[in-house]
């Protein structure tokens, strides 16, 4: 773990954060306060949100604030009239005690308090096909044995390459439906024009092409557990069907005049924002609030990076096919070196590569951070990597002396405080 990080182990099964409360200064709502007791809380208007506001300017889900190894992070979620820090207008930015947050006519403080806040962790370092040691994926492993026992509604959310898939196998394996079918259905795969027959069925002649009649994934699932991959791809048009039949658990097939009840439980995934999505009326709000139960969110390989050597040596065993095969010590020279973009996946895929080609490590060439995201998401992730490893290793050179470092990279002192503050860095 990285010296840095604002979580501090206090057992083999808990970890502490420091204590936080966001408080409001200015606004309808003056004096409420939020006691931030867990890795994300969202603020806004709606009656959903972490934090309610009445205050009018304010967007139903307005802004984020998400718990990271460096800090608390604060996100607009594409709001009316935006998030503001110091009195500028932002889209992501590291916050610290004490700074001032305005959102619409309303003002928050971030305040510490002397209570730390202790989350549960797993002893395991498995969940499935699931692996990782590090704070991040035991927290996800004690959250995900919380959840796999109880049949609710879950929504995995995190990056490409991240684990979403095998977390939601995981879940249906380690649940009460492990006896019953588990269904997956990529709905960022299928033709629009056919995604409403493979989720409710069709008979036979609905439609051209229609030679026979299909269950649908609603009526395959029976009893069991269907997996809806990359929802936030879902067509606009198809997301009010999906609502009623999350609703009244039953299909009617197209061009059928029966309706059938389904018992299944729901898993369903994406790699995009859905508050985002959201606010931008790319998806519905009461669709969202159905499938949003129980969210978990699968932390990206660059805020794991421990897991690195663990799970590169799994996979040399896997692909080499040898039990107790040891990793070449210049491969892991280069896989530390490296920032994961493709996360997970590409980590396996290098490594099965490597495995092919005899121990040989290609990194060149990996594809752009975050290719799936908006241009300007991913150019802000990747910018913001780069800066924080710089400054990591400046302070290390100037031996963690400030005007050092600022000499060093030829920066205002002033300019590289900020910077330091955005990043969690002391």
Not at 87 to 104: E, L, Q, T
Request: hydrophobic share 45%.
């Amino acid at each position: 773990m990285n010296a840095t990080s604002v979580f501090q182990l206090k057992s083999a099964g808990v970890v502490s954060i420091p204590g936080a409360r966001l408080l409001v200064l200015r606004g309808p709502d003056k004096g409420r306060a939020l006691r931030l007791d867990k890795e994300e809380v969202v603020v806004g208007s709606a009656p959903t949100a972490d934090l309610q506001l009445t205050d009018e300017t304010v967007s139903r889900s307005h802004c984020a604030l998400r718990l990271t190894p460096g800090g608390w992070l604060l996100s607009d979620l594409d709001s009316t009239n935006g998030t503001r820090v110091d009195d500028r207008r932002i889209r992501s930015v590291y916050v610290a005690v004490g700074d001032k947050i305005d959102i619409g006519k309303t003002r928050l403080r971030l305040e510490g308090e002397r209570k730390s806040v202790e989350l549960a962790l797993s002893k395991e370092e498995s969940f499935g096909e699931l692996k990782g040691a590090s704070i991040a994926m035991r927290r996800i492993f004690a959250l995900l044995e919380r959840v796999a026992p109880q049949d609710v509604t879950v929504l995995l959310l995190g990056e490409s390459g991240t684990g979403k898939d095998a977390a939601a196998v995981a879940l249906h394996e380690a649940g009460p439906r492990a006896a019953g079918p588990l269904v997956i259905l990529d709905c960022g795969a299928i033709a629009p024009g056919l995604l409403e027959s493979e989720l409710f069925g069709h008979e036979k002649g609905a439609f051209t092409g229609a030679v026979a009649p299909r269950l649908g994934a609603f009526r395959e699932a029976h009893k069991g557990t269907l997996f809806l991959d990359e929802i936030g791809e879902l067509p606009k048009d198809l997301q009010p069907k999906l609502l009623r039949a999350l609703e009244a658990r039953e299909v009617k097939p197209l061009g059928g005049a029966k309706v059938f009840p389904v018992d299944v439980r729901i898993i369903a995934a994406t790699n995009r924002d859905l508050k985002l999505d959201v606010n931008r009326g790319l998806f519905r709000e009461d669709l969202f609030y159905r499938l949003n139960v129980v969210s978990l969110r699968m932390p990206p390989l660059r805020e794991r990076p421990d897991d690195v050597p663990l799970l590169a040596a799994h996979f040399w065993r896997l692909f080499t096919g040898d039990a107790r095969a040891e990793l070449p010590e210049e491969m892991l020279e280069a896989l530390l070196q490296h920032a994961w973009p493709g996360n997970v996946r590409e980590l396996r895929n290098r490594i099965e590569r490597a495995a092919a080609l005899g121990a040989r490590l290609e990194i060149t060439g990996a594809r752009p951070a975050g290719a799936e995201r908006p241009f300007h998401d991913a150019k802000a992730e990747v910018v913001d990597a780069f800066e924080r490893s710089f400054l990591v290793a400046l302070l290390q050179r100037a031996g963690g002396n400030q005007s050092e470092a600022a000499r060093r990279a030829q920066l205002d002192r002033v300019h590289l405080t900020r910077l330091l503050r955005k990043h969690g860095l002391r």
